[in-house]
């Protein structure tokens, strides 16, 4: 017990494993009070013209497509229209017609626009009587809203592996580590007192931004649940393993970042690529965090389709996980 309190008195000097604890609980706040980012405002178009150019008329017309901004010159209307940050759409009278004004590298469908506008414009009488019906705009962000939900629980979870390795790393640089090899403590016992402040303080930052995120029934949540505390003991293990490989402070926050790349990039790919592919899905729960961001996701969508063969993938895990670092530790000694 004075072990386990020596290290969560740790946790208060140790800033790095502050910020890992509060960063995904702030995340999912903001997820929550903000909800799902809509950028379809940005699809609109935007057209420009020179100040006493085109009619009135036409100006209404384009209204009718997008924002219409007026420029006391051509050349302004030019610099505005070559501006790369912009897919400005310049607009000139031609008689009684119109024309467009493009740079040349705007996207492909602002160039559509831009090459049927002025036989729109022309046909604009005919096209007055055709019923329009007028469909809500979708959230284009709608389906990647939960992916960003399942990144923000995976970095929570991974809290313990930041806590384990950072913990373990210190004691070594301070000496620590030299007094741990003679006291009377078994390769269980130290294995413990490492892995439980990483594997509570992950397990509870996890827990409170899935609060956030989620509206679960009991049967989901239980199966949250489950997911949470397998991850975040089989991350606490990991971290276990990268304070025992890293000779400096520097060295081992190399290794955190490499391990939490990985452990967001490969469920990431494999949910978004590997659909179909067996093979390869089948590699990917080679990392733990792919079944975890598996069952976040069937979760999300109201399913638990997935969820016991997650569960069981995440057990193995850590039963292999602690083996190892046990055999490890006795081969050492």
Known sequence: MKGLIYQLKSVRKDKFCIMSFLLPIVIAMALHFIGSIDLSSLSGYHFGVVAGDVAPETEQWLLRYGTVTAYQTKEELVLAVNDPSTNLIGVERDGDRIKTILSGDELAMWRQTAGTLPSLYEQREIATQVNVQILERPDVLAGFQYIFVGMTLIV???MGCTFNAMNIIS????????????????????????????????????????????RLPPAGAAVMLVLIVLSAFVSA??????GRISEGMMVGVVYIKIVMIVFMA?????????????????????????????????????????????????????ILWFLLYLSISKRQK
Do not use: W
Not at 237 to 242: D, Q, T
């Open 171 to 214: 004691e070594k640089e301070e000496g620590v580590a030299l007094i741990n090899e003679i006291l009377p403590m078994t390769s269980r016992q130290y294995v413990i007192q490492k892995i439980f402040i990483g594997f509570i303080f992950g397990c509870l930052s996890a827990g409170i931004a899935t609060a956030f995120c989620f």
């Open 266 to 318: 490969i469920p990431l790919l494999k949910y978004l690529t590997t659909e179909g592919n067996k093979v390869v899905s089948y590699i990917c729960y080679l990392i733990p965090s792919s079944a975890t961001f598996e069952g976040i996701m069937d979760l999300a969508n109201s399913g638990m389709a997935t969820a016991g063969r997650d569960i069981v993938i995440l057990m193995v895990h850590c």
């Open 156 to 158: 929570a979870m991974f």
């Open 237 to 242: 293990l990991i971290g276990l393993f990268i």
